[in-house]
């Protein structure tokens, strides 16, 4: 069974920091990638990294490159999303999911394509005050 983790988030100051993690489990986590995507109430799911497992190749969305890196623990089947200079606009519930296609979940993270991943786990909530 397919199995996402998120934890690490929690309240912090705008210009803070906080290091996301997504621990997976249920698949063979080298022949996957993992994407990071938030989501305000009312608002639609936005991408926001994607790395893939075996390659290390990653990809950002334009709003957090540069505040955000995305690495992964292979060892650990465990991704992390590295936040600092928050900002009040970054306040979300963060996501993961997994993909076997870096390159298709790559446009989705980027808003290029629509598709609907079946395994998502339970959010970790980021508050950022100003």
């Known amino acids: 069974e397919v199995q996402l983790v998120e934890s690490g988030g929690g309240l912090v100051q705008a210009g803070g920091s906080l290091r996301l993690s997504c621990a997976a489990s249920?698949?063979?986590?080298?022949?996957?990638?993992i994407g990071w995507f938030r989501q305000v109430p009312g608002k639609e799911r936005e991408g926001v990294s994607c790395i893939s497992s075996s390659e290390g190749t990653t990809y950002y969305a334009d709003s957090v490159k540069g505040r955000f890196t995305i690495s992964s623990d292979n060892a650990k089947n465990t991704v992390y999303l590295q936040i600092n200079s928050l900002k009040p606009e970054d306040t979300a519930v963060y996501y993961c999911?997994?993909?076997?296609?870096?390159?298709?979940?790559?446009?989705?993270?980027?808003?290029?394509?629509?598709?609907?991943?079946?395994?998502w786990g339970q959010g970790t909530q980021v508050t950022v005050s100003s």
């Open positions: 249920g698949f063979t986590f080298d022949d996957y990638a």
């Open positions: 999911t997994a993909e076997p296609d870096f390159f298709l979940l790559r446009a989705v993270v980027a808003g290029l394509r629509r598709y609907e991943y079946d395994y």
